[in-house]
């Protein structure tokens, strides 16, 4: 087949080259056309008998490879800028180091009070105050009513990394007259002053432990010495020291348990002095000594069970001196959120052991008698008490209770005193049921109310009646503040009628005292501030002991200057 096929190609490049020479030497064409029947023929045809093949197949993952570059490229980050979060209070007002304030009023009335103190250091706090109040007003037919108190306090404080150290000084003087009398003796008024001078001091140490289960521990030292001019004097030593520890109970942490203990001594004593004026020649006033001491030794536990609140202490009181003998007084009290943490519940047992120092006693009845006898005591309460908080700042509670006093103090005219005008300490066991509310409302800097009111029922054992002791008591705080400018203060109190002892022992009432008291202070400036005191202003001549009465209005007006 194949040799046909080039033999046809052959001849028809040949006759193409015949035609192309002839028509190069002649004027004419021709043209030669060949017709013939087209028949291939396949004559070298193979048959393909090959079968396909299958073989197996992996697939590879070609390794990955690569190389680390470690050129830098420079980058420039821009940060905006944040503002600091600004704390409420800022920027931090301007505080002054110095006070001095002063005043003047009715009855020759004055008033002086200056402190400094070092303000906002982190690790060690200083401070001095000194207080002068006085007045040279008379209370019409009664005895020289003058009277003058003053303080003078130095303070200071050292803060360390795991520890504290406070220590101050304090003195003071009070200066008033036994003038329960009727003023018709023409006695020279110095040989019925009843001073008294008080200096003490006292040192303070305390841990300031971080970590939750580090041993915190406290202790300090405190010592008072009072005297008078009719030779009684007392000197009172006070030694404390705590240990607690902290651990977790019940996935809380506010758990602690701890050991008190504390050491109180008194030792008192009467250098007898010419009491004639005050004492008839049937009674005899011979020195003595009054040594009283007591070691309290009290295991506490502060437990919180899942937002209830237990505080449980049990109190061992072993006494010494003029008085030997060993209490036991057990606390245990719980408090419990009822609805909402609005409504919480607190109820239980607190027991107490007492003995008043001389220095507390002429500040509550400066006409004390320089005899009196001081003797320990000590309280039971039983009570339940209801606190109401709500959103709107308002807060009430309400309080019920049975409290056993064993040996409580009273005082009574000492019989003997021919003047009628001091005053003994007598002691009885008592038995009080008492129901006590509180309200507080406040309104931003605005506005303030706390109200207190107080039933009490007293019996006593052996005592005819629990003298110069009310069944009820109120007192009203009323403060309103304008622009932070004008501050207005109402302050109203009452106390029911008291029974209380005549010189002839017999028993009479005392009225029932109001007492309305009327403040106001105006802001000057941040430096400078006016103040008006007017108190007494029902104009109320009430008695606070048998022949001794109060003054009536007292009007006082001053400044108070801060640098």
């Known amino acids: 087949m194949k040799k046909y096929i080039i033999t046809l190609f052959f001849t028809l490049g040949a006759s193409l080259s015949v035609f192309s020479q002839e028509n190069k030497e002649s004027v004419y064409n021709e043209d030669i056309i060949v017709k013939t029947i087209f028949d291939p023929v396949v004559n070298e045809a193979y048959k ?116 504290s150290l406070d220590a101050g000084l304090t003195y003071s003087y009070q200066r008033q007259y036994f003038y329960g009398f009727i003023d018709s003796m023409n006695i020279d008024k110095n040989t019925y002053i009843a001073p008294y001078h008080n200096v003490g001091g006292f040192v303070k140490y305390q841990s300031i432990y971080r970590k939750k289960d580090a041993l915190h521990n406290s202790a300090n030292l405190a010592i008072n010495h009072t005297f008078n001019k009719w030779g009684r004097k007392e000197t009172r030593i006070v030694t404390n020291l705590d240990l607690h520890k902290n651990f977790e109970f019940l996935n809380s942490d506010e758990q602690n348990i701890g050991l008190n203990l504390n050491y109180n001594q ?75 943490n609005i409504i919480k519940f607190n109820a239980g047992i607190i027991s107490k052991f007492n003995t008043p120092t001389l220095n507390y006693l002429r500040t509550e009845n400066p006409y004390l008698s320089p005899l009196a006898n001081i003797e320990s005591n000590s309280e039971m309460n039983v009570f339940a008490k209801l606190y109401f908080i709500t959103k709107s700042n308002i807060l009430l509670s309400l309080q019920g209770g049975y409290k056993l006093g064993n040996n409580n103090y009273f005082y009574e005219l000492q019989q003997g005193a021919s003047l009628n005008n001091m005053f003994n300490l007598v002691y009885d066991d008592t038995k009080t049921f008492y129901a006590e509310a509180n309200v507080a409302y406040q309104i931003d800097k605005t506005f303030d109310l706390s109200l207190n009111l107080l039933y009490q029922n007293v019996k006593t054992i052996t005592l005819e009646h629990p003298w110069y002791t009310p069944a009820f008591k109120a007192n009203l705080f009323v403060r309103y503040n304008a622009n932070d400018k004008l501050n207005i203060s109402l302050v109203p109190s009452f106390q029911s009628k008291v029974k209380c002892q005549n010189p002839l022992g017999e028993v009479e009432e005392l009225k029932s005292k109001i007492d309305i008291n009327l403040w106001a202070n105006y802001n000057y400036s941040d430096k400078l501030m006016f103040f008006v005191e007017l108190n007494n202003i029902a104009y109320q001549r009430y008695f606070n002991y048998y022949n001794y009465p109060s003054q009536r209005i007292v009007l006082m007006a001053g400044a108070k200057y801060s640098f």
């Open 48 to 163: 393909i008998n090959d079968k396909p093949q299958t073989f197996n197949t992996k697939f590879e993952i070609p390794p990955f490879q690569y190389e680390k570059g470690t050129k830098q490229f420079p980058t420039t980050m821009v940060f905006e800028q944040i503002k600091p979060a600004k704390v409420k209070g800022e920027p931090l007002s301007k505080l002054y180091n110095s006070h001095i304030k002063a005043g003047i009023g009715t009855y020759f009335t004055s008033l002086l009070d200056v402190s400094y103190t070092q303000t906002r250091s982190k690790n060690f706090v200083y401070s001095t105050h000194f207080r002068h109040n006085s007045s040279l007003g008379q209370i019409t037919d009664y005895g020289n009513s003058t009277f003058a108190n003053s303080d003078l306090d130095l303070y200071a404080k050292k803060i360390w990394d795991k520890f």
């Open 266 to 340: 008194s030792l008192g004593s009467y250098d007898p002095k010419d009491l004639a004026l005050f004492h008839n020649e049937l009674i005899e006033a011979t020195a003595f000594k009054n040594k009283l001491g007591d070691i309290n030794i009290k295991p506490y536990a502060n437990l919180n069970i899942q937002q209830i609140k237990l505080n449980l202490a049990l109190n061992f009181v072993p006494t010494f001196g003029d008085n030997k003998q060993f209490e036991i007084l057990p606390t245990a009290v719980i408090e419990s959120p009822i609805f909402a």
